[in-house]
């Protein structure tokens, strides 16, 4: 028989039991090392990345990729890092797209921009869709290690100098906003649609029935308030990086 002494003395070494758990598992978390994806398509840079980390995180971990597609291979394959590092310009995607659908899909991995483009309203839109920080790949590489070493502090890393542009009207915030209401599933057909591509073309891409993809549509034009593919496309052209031009449109 086991009396109710007994008894509280099993829970309690229970609970203790328990906690010392917790404990170890958040130290074992603790001292796992940084990891970080570095997504970018120069090989040089890409190398020019990987110092900079480990100046500033010696025992790091470092994946890198050459496309959106193997970034998200890397990241729903198993890995868990604990920043992205991401240029704008990638094979595969245009403007901001990369950045929404790295967000939409993984909303809760921090991601900072590393690019070659400096304007201030480039800035200001990657911020607007969700990136952790923004980094000029001019920067020498301490600086470069301090900003990395910055954003895992959790500071949020601009260009020096960097002021929010006056020409970011409230538009460009309501498309950027409207964008970020996609799903990723959405966002892929909504690029297929500014490359051009046929509801039968966009449904053997994603292995679906054009039933879905006309649905996936239907969704995307409520969704950025527009009535047609064309004005969706036009309104998509309107938060692209400043040196790309949607396909088969002029100008706009």
């Not at 057909?189 to 292995?207: F, P, R, T, Y």
């Not at 996936?216 to 593919?229: D, F, Y």
Request: hydrophobic share 45%; charged share 20%.
């Amino acid at each position: 028989m086991i009396f109710p002494a007994t008894i509280a003395v099993y829970v309690v070494k229970a609970r203790v039991m328990a906690d010392i758990a917790v404990a170890t598992s958040f130290l074992e978390t603790s001292n796992m090392p940084e990891s970080f994806l570095v997504v970018d398509d120069h090989p040089l840079f890409l190398d020019a990345m990987k110092l900079a980390i480990n100046t500033a995180f010696p025992e790091a971990q470092i994946a890198e990729a050459n496309s959106l597609a193997t970034a998200f291979d890397a990241i729903e394959g198993g890995g868990v890092f604990d920043l992205v590092l991401l240029d704008l310009n990638m094979p595969g995607t245009r403007g901001f797209e990369g950045l929404l659908e790295l967000r939409a899909r993984h909303p809760k991995l921090p991601v900072v921009i590393v690019s070659a483009i400096e304007e201030p309203e480039t800035i200001h839109r990657a911020m607007t869709c969700g990136a952790s920080g923004y980094i000029s790949k001019a920067v020498r590489k301490p600086e470069l290690a301090g900003a990395i070493q910055g954003v895992m502090n959790g500071e949020v890393c601009l260009p020096p100098g960097y002021e929010p542009p006056n020409s970011a009207t409230n538009e460009t915030v309501e498309i950027i906003a409207r964008l970020k209401s996609l799903t990723p599933q959405q966002l892929r057909v909504l690029n297929m649609l500014k490359q051009g591509l046929l509801n039968k073309q966009i449904a053997h891409e994603l292995s679906v029935g054009e039933t879905t993809v006309k649905a996936h549509v239907s969704e995307i034009l409520r969704k950025l308030g527009v009535a047609s593919r064309t004005q969706a496309v036009i309104e998509v052209s309107k938060v692209v990086l400043p040196d790309e031009r949607p396909t088969g449109l002029s100008g706009a």
